[in-house]
């Protein structure tokens, strides 16, 4: 396929025929072969996380019961009785539809699909006794639970999470009928229970989120099938669209969300036949939204249905070959009888990744690099560029699979096309011919522009792994490109290392904290002991757990104060590193410089960098201010969280030297000439960097994104600390748990001491004394807090740290 080839000299072909829809077959029970490989889909990841979620929550509401459950038990009470016999089948049917699944894959011999629904009625029974023991305080009668057709109500509804965990299990190997009649058994089984009173609206509620909980954790576990169709149903949908083929097979290589099948046509040619799958493409669709806000990786806006996504893809291959762009040949594309949409592609030659080193000629390099300019001048830009998604015919040269393709390419995203081109040269025919062939295309000027996007952060998710086997150090690469078009290397911030010293700092803090809370509380840690052994710890995990997430809303308005956007898997991490850093090196510079570093790493200039955190910080301490205000003016809150006066009077004093001391080395500064004149002008350098970012701030997206995060952060963190008071049996109000917690923040803030420690703890057992704690019990719920919110998340802190080293972040 030559380079210049367009989509008029194409030879004739079957026409292309989107949305054509194939003929339907007879009803079929499965829909899936007895052998389909299985896989774990994101799906079930969210899937899981969401059923828990609502699990705890609804375990929360459900007792005492809510005025508005009550109320909807009367209603349901009103239904006429003549009904009832109506209500006790729909009952019925969720212990017999589950014996029919059962019996029906044993018939079939669907031996892995038996263990699946065993191991999830199994699950299910087991997370539903537990939901039941943590929120009845005593174990649910099984038996009378799967059995009675009557009150009294049982909590969760344990016949509709086994049926329901059945029926999830088995979903993807069964036809869209078959799916929609399980669901309909399940829904209306659960309007059933509650109208003959088995359970209450929270207890059938609660017996879906059971079901939904262990259906995902048996696929996450063994894996499912995710409604790949067999090789039997993609070649009779291709004879269906008229195009001949003489054998297929599975690619060695899948992507989510699609299912990949190479396939040589009569003619003797080879065809890529792609098929977007029911449960295939729901994959595709969360792994998409999951890498765009994780890694922001470029990539289509999700599509609402599957034959869009293949309709685009399509489009888009279309428009490219009629500007010119060697890319892959549309061949037809189809929807069929199960609603899967096929996209038939022609595609000559291997893939770049498997040509040896010493056949990737000059002209091949060039013809590369000319397909990409050439992408762009028709408006597209790729987004995943690398060995296996450029291929090689002869000398030609082709750009295949546009899946990711975005129309309309902001410079960012042309620039990460070139960067991701420049490495797959410099992979496949070494650091030297790989900038020659991008200096000679792009020009010193262009290369000089590519440069800070040879970063991991630009490079796609298939290319990273190719780029740790072939030894690339991107650091060099950008170095070495440098210096060949004399452009200025990128300096980044030093990060100061660990030392003997700074843990021998953080180990005298520790005791400083010890001693600190033994005057303040008065307590040994006999009453220590004590509370703790009455604490609920099913409480306990959830508010550790939940005391984990403000650090992800933290991340938020960490994107919001950006001038670039950025990751939120990475911006995420950068979170949890400091949580490492803070309590590793306890000083604002360590912190300071791993702000600096990972937004240089972004692009972002020093100056932009420090003021990312400035006005992240500042807007988090407006946040405070209003939340403790509105606090105090518009409601009954009214908390004292005064230290006694010996204790005030010496921390004023601290900091009045300590404010002293700063005035006196500015004043030492501006005395001395050089000194003065080089504070000077980097600061004019840093301030002028910094006005770029606040007049980014206009945009009311990033004004939502800054102050929404922080708000976020603080009831988190106030929402965590009632539920570690929950634990220990006392219930506060949110507005209690804002003034204390946003108190008590502030009031750390001031002291000189890194991370509060110490400080803060003794307000919290203060705060929380005076909302009507005993001083015991406040002291049991301040540690455990800490504990959870500040000493125990630096270990995957670091974890995060480390990561972000390896991945080239910091």
Avoid at 153 to 160: E, Q, S
Avoid at 371 to 388: E, K, S, W
Avoid at 470 to 482: I, K, S, T, Y
Wanted: charged residues 15%.
């Amino acid at each position: 396929m030559a380079t210049d080839e367009r989509i008029d000299d194409a030879p004739e072909r079957t026409p292309m025929r989107v949305g054509h829809r194939i003929g339907a077959s007879g009803f079929r029970f499965f829909s899936s072969p007895v052998d389909a490989p299985r896989a774990r889909r994101a799906t079930d990841v969210l899937l899981a996380g969401g059923a828990l979620a609502g699990l705890v929550a609804v375990g929360w509401l459900h007792l005492p019961p809510s005025s508005f459950e009550k109320a909807l038990i009367d209603l349901l009470a009103t239904f006429p009785d003549l009904l009832d016999g109506v209500w006790q089948l729909l009952y019925d049917l969720l212990l017999l539809w589950p014996v029919a699944l059962v019996l029906v894959a044993l018939v079939r011999r669907r031996t892995a699909l038996v263990g699946d629904q065993v191991l999830a009625l199994v699950a299910a029974l087991i997370v539903g006794s537990v939901a039941g023991r943590l929120v009845e305080h005593s174990w649910p009668d099984v038996w009378p639970a799967l059995w009675d057709g009557g009150p009294p109500a049982h909590y969760p509804a344990l016949r509709i999470a086994l049926a329901g965990a059945c029926v999830v299990v088995t979903s993807p190997h069964v036809s869209h009928p078959v799916r929609r009649v399980g669901r309909v058994v399940v829904a209306t089984g659960a309007v059933a229970a509650t109208v003959l009173g088995t359970a209450t609206p929270t207890g059938t509620l609660a017996g879906l989120l059971v079901a939904a909980l262990a259906g995902a954790a048996v696929h996450l576990w063994r894996g499912s099938c995710g409604g790949r169709p067999g090789l039997d149903d993609v070649r009779a949908a291709l004879d269906d669209l008229g195009v001949a083929v003489v054998s297929l097979g599975a690619a060695d290589r899948q992507r989510a969300g699609s299912f990949l099948v190479e396939a040589l046509a009569a003619d003797g040619r080879r065809l890529d036949v792609k098929v977007y799958g029911r449960d295939a493409y729901d994959a595709q669709l969360v792994s998409r939204l999951w890498r765009t806000v994780w890694y922001r990786e470029e990539g289509p806006t999700p599509s609402l249905s599957r034959l869009q996504q293949a309709e685009h893809e399509a489009f888009l291959t279309l428009l490219a070959r009629q500007g010119g762009v060697p890319t892959q040949e549309v061949v037809t594309a189809g929807v069929t009888a199960e609603d899967d949409a096929l996209l038939v592609l022609r595609l000559e030659g291997r893939p770049l990744a498997d040509v040896p080193a010493e056949e990737v000629t000059d002209a091949v390099l060039l013809g590369m690099w000319q397909a990409v300019r050439r992408l762009h001048r028709c408006a597209i830009a790729h987004g995943q560029l690398d060995p296996r998604h450029v291929w090689v015919d002869g000398g030609a040269v082709t750009l295949t699979d546009l899946s990711a393709a975005r129309v309309a390419p902001t410079d960012d995203q042309r620039r990460t096309d070139e960067a991701q081109a420049l490495v797959t040269s410099v992979i496949v025919a070494g650091v030297d011919r790989g900038l020659a062939a991008a200096r000679a295309e792009l020009g010193d000027a262009g290369l000089g522009a590519v440069l800070p996007y040879l970063q991991a952060p630009a490079m796609p998710r298939a290319l990273r792994p190719q780029v740790r086997r072939a030894g690339l150090d991107l650091d060099e690469l950008r170095r070495l490109a440098g210096e060949l078009v004399g452009a200025p290397p990128v300096e980044l911030q030093r990060l100061r290392r660990v030392t003997w010293g700074s843990l021998l700092q953080t180990a005298v803090l520790l005791l400083a904290f010890a001693a600190l809370l033994s005057g303040l509380a008065g307590l040994d840690l006999g009453d220590l002991s004590a509370e703790l052994s009455d604490a609920q710890w099913g409480w306990v995990a959830f508010a550790a757990l939940l005391v984990q997430t403000p650090r992800l809303a933290q991340a938020v308005s960490t994107l919001g104060a950006s001038p670039r956007p950025l990751p939120l898997g990475p911006v995420y991490a950068l979170q949890l590193a400091i949580s490492y850093v803070n309590l590793a090196i306890p000083s604002a510079a360590a912190r300071i410089a791993v702000n600096v570093r990972f937004f240089q790493r972004q692009g972002v200039p020093a100056g932009s960098a420090v003021a990312v955190g400035a006005i992240d910080g500042f807007s988090g301490f407006v946040v405070q201010i209003l939340l403790l205000g509105s606090m105090l003016l518009f409601s009954n809150v009214s908390l004292d969280l005064q230290l006694d006066p010996d204790t005030a009077g010496r921390l004023g004093r601290l900091l009045l030297v300590l404010v002293a001391v700063v005035a006196v080395l500015a004043l030492v500064v501006l005395a001395v000439g050089p000194w003065r004149r080089a504070v000077v002008g980097r600061a004019g350098a840093l301030l002028a960097d910094a006005w770029s970012v606040l007049r980014g701030l206009r945009s009311g997206r990033r004004l939502a994104m800054l102050f929404g995060g922080n708000l976020a952060s603080e009831l988190l963190f106030a929402t965590s600390l009632g539920c570690f008071a929950r634990a220990f049996g006392y219930s506060l109000g949110l507005g209690d748990l804002l003034v204390i917690n946003v108190s008590v923040a502030l009031l750390a803030g001031l002291m000189p001491v890194p991370g509060g420690i110490g400080v803060t703890e003794g307000a919290l057992t203060f705060g929380l004394t005076a909302a009507g704690l005993p001083e015991a019990t406040a002291f049991a719920v301040a540690i455990i807090y800490r504990v959870a919110s500040f000493y125990v998340p630096p270990t995957w802190g670091w974890g995060a740290f480390r990561w972000l080293q390896t991945n080239r972040y910091l």
